[in-house]
């Protein structure tokens, strides 16, 4: 059985400033969560100060701020932080953020919006020529990617949509990271993270089409575990199945939220061209709709008699290095990999006709996509007229996740991260039969 010890209850010390509803526990995983306790600031604030000392950002973006208890740590900061920015969702908490921004009116900034939900207000955007994401993100300045990130993001997120937003941001030039990079500081729970950074060995349930774009696209770093009952919405008791295929990680650190630091790929440009990033996005997607997907059979539909080369190839492949080498492996959550430089030219050994994709790292796919789009046969191949019929197909679609390549299992595995909200769409016929036959 998974539970928290206690909740944040009705009669602590800041319960009149939240919505009663927030202390009932019907809640499963919610997507916005507010720091509730003293407690749980000051240990944010010590966990990130030694990243604070290095950073040169002077711009910082707060999500979802709530009754402002982080904020106050914030606007503490007067010798680092020119502005600050909060985005908050809940109409709830506007008139006492307003009442900070009418204290600091040159360093704070307040906005009503939802940054979790920006892939809707991109949709709306779209549909009507409105400036919804525009708006929201006015107060932010605006660099090249290969530059020095243009604000520190903090917050608390409960939703796995808003990290298949930072992904499909980077694919297709818009939204949040379309502005720049951001030194990002998130509370998320342990499923979450472990599924975006968890390695093959874990089985391919959980590693997935999103864990190999998530590590090819961002630095990550985990830094400390946060009580989950020092946060709101409470969140009601769940249990897990002994046996499920989802048991080993639903049952790590129920407890806890992970505080983790993300930063997309200062150099991710050099290993993937821009020109080439929906190609690789879709590379990766449709080859991983299936755990039992072969490489070379699937590679020969596009490009007929490519097999030998992927087993006689002969150039020597680069090695991967930890990018923070102070980390202590040993406190890392279990499943979870240390996060590693990438390369184009980290070749999977010894490849054979029963070679699975799911056999890749991250680095391996991204070396197999970039030996694919420089042969001769690419410009050629179906695979560029698969790649424009799903982009045509995804224009009318609301869900920037790419319409028509779901992968196999992916409505259990996400139900159990936490995806299927007050949002969810309902399975679809082809996933309910995939589940049951798995």
């Known amino acids: 059985m998974l539970h928290f010890r206690r909740f944040v209850h009705k009669g602590s010390k800041y319960a009149g400033l939240f919505p009663v509803k927030f202390f009932n526990k019907k809640h499963k995983i919610p997507a916005h969560l507010y720091a509730a306790d003293d407690q749980l600031v000051e240990q944010i604030n010590n966990a990130i100060e030694p990243f604070m000392k290095q950073t040169k950002c002077d711009t910082a973006v707060e999500i979802n701020p709530g009754i402002g208890l982080f904020t106050r740590k914030l606007i503490n900061r007067e010798d680092q932080l020119r502005k600050i920015v909060l985005i908050e969702a809940v109409d709830h908490f506007m008139s006492g953020l307003r009442d900070l921004h009418n204290l600091y009116p040159e360093r704070v900034k307040v906005k009503h919006g939802d940054v979790l939900g920006l892939w809707k207000l991109m949709f709306q955007d779209n549909m009507d020529g409105g400036t919804r994401v525009a708006d929201m993100l006015s107060d932010l300045p605006s660099r090249e990617f290969n530059e020095e990130p243009i604000a520190l993001l903090f917050g608390a997120v409960g939703c796995y949509n808003f990290f298949k937003h930072l992904i499909n941001s980077i694919v297709f030039q ?10 990002m500081y998130l509370a998320v729970p342990p499923p979450i993270y472990i599924h975006l950074t ?9 590693y997935r089409s999103s864990s190999m774009l998530f590590q090819m696209m961002f630095e990550y770093r985990f830094i400390a575990r946060l009580p989950r009952e020092q946060f709101l919405p409470n969140q009601r008791k769940t249990s897990a199945t002994k046996g499920s295929k989802l048991y080993k990680v639903e049952s790590i650190n129920p407890e806890y939220l992970y505080l983790v630091r993300i930063v997309p790929r200062r150099n991710f440009y050099d290993l993937c061209p821009i020109n080439d990033l929906q190609a690789l996005w879709y590379f990766v997607k449709q080859n991983c709709i299936s755990r039992r997907n072969r490489i070379i059979p ?34 890392l959550p279990h499943y979870s990999t240390r996060c590693t430089t990438m390369s184009n030219e980290d070749f999977f050994p010894r490849m054979n006709i029963f070679t699975e994709f799911g056999d890749l790292s991250p680095s391996q796919m991204l070396t197999l996509f970039t030996q694919f789009r420089h042969w001769p046969e ?31 299992d992916d409505v259990p595995s996400e139900t159990a991260l936490g995806e299927l909200n007050e949002f969810e769409n309902e399975p679809t016929k082809r996933n309910r039969k995939s589940a049951k036959s798995n």
Do not use: Q
Request: charged fraction near 25%; include cysteine; aromatic fraction near 8%.
């Open 378 to 408: 690419y410009s050629e191949s179906s695979f560029l007229a698969s790649l424009e019929n799903t982009l045509l197909k995804m224009e009318a679609s609301a869900d920037e996740s790419g319409i028509g390549i779901t992968e196999e």
């Open 198 to 206: 968890c390695s093959r060995e874990i089985g391919y349930m959980l």
């Open 174 to 183: 818009n939204g949040l990271l379309s502005w720049g990079r951001f030194e």
């Open 298 to 331: 699937n590679l020969e539909k596009w490009v007929p008699g490519c097999g030998p080369r992927l087993i006689i190839n002969s150039a020597s492949s680069e090695s991967l290095h930890p990018l923070y080498p102070d980390e202590n492996i040993s406190d």
